[in-house]
């Protein structure tokens, strides 16, 4: 587990460094949210929408509890998370915003190739080729670039300390 701490440590320490955060330009990309935004689903509630396009009132509980809402539903959108992150930067709090980017990037991947990906995070369980091969399908199928970059992190890292499959 210290590995994958150091690994994250070095990660945020780059960013940290950086003069500005990786962004991607959506459909909420017309407005910069900011402080004055937050909460998001009180002073906002027209505009956040579930992941099949009901607003925030066409979920109810009542509706939950009687399967009238899909389970897909109850889940985060990627504009969410990317309008949360924009006053998250407002905030001055840039790896908190890097953070919902990289976060928003992930609701495009299945949940089972997300686990599986992770999985291939853990020390001695990937080569350093298929640690790329991953980078590259994140950033060739998904457009996750922040998550990419994360995958080409790891594996120079694990390179370098001897982490990778085969190297106990």
């Not at 990906?117 to 991953?134: F, G, V, W």
């Not at 950033?139 to 790891?154: H, P, V």
Request: hydrophobic share 30%; charged share 35%.
């Amino acid at each position: 587990m210290s590995d994958i701490n150091d690994l994250v440590k070095s990660i945020l320490k780059q960013v940290n460094q950086s003069d500005g955060v990786t962004t991607t330009t959506d459909s909420h990309s017309e407005k910069q949210y900011g402080v004055e935004d937050y909460p998001l689903y009180e002073q906002h509630r027209d505009i956040i929408k579930t992941p099949s396009g009901k607003s925030l009132g066409e979920v109810t509980l009542d509706d939950i509890k009687n399967n009238r809402i899909d389970r897909k539903d109850l889940r985060i959108t990627a504009e969410a998370l990317k309008m949360q992150g924009d006053v998250a930067g407002d905030a001055g709090r840039k790896t908190l915003q890097m953070n919902f980017d990289r976060a928003a990037e992930l609701t495009k991947i299945p949940d089972d190739r997300l686990l599986e990906m992770y999985n291939a995070l853990r020390p001695y369980r990937s080569t350093k080729d298929e640690l790329l091969e991953i980078a590259e399908e994140l950033r060739s199928k998904y457009d996750a670039t922040i998550c990419a970059n994360w995958f080409e992190e790891a594996a120079k890292y694990y390179e370098s300390r001897k982490k990778l499959k085969g190297d106990k």
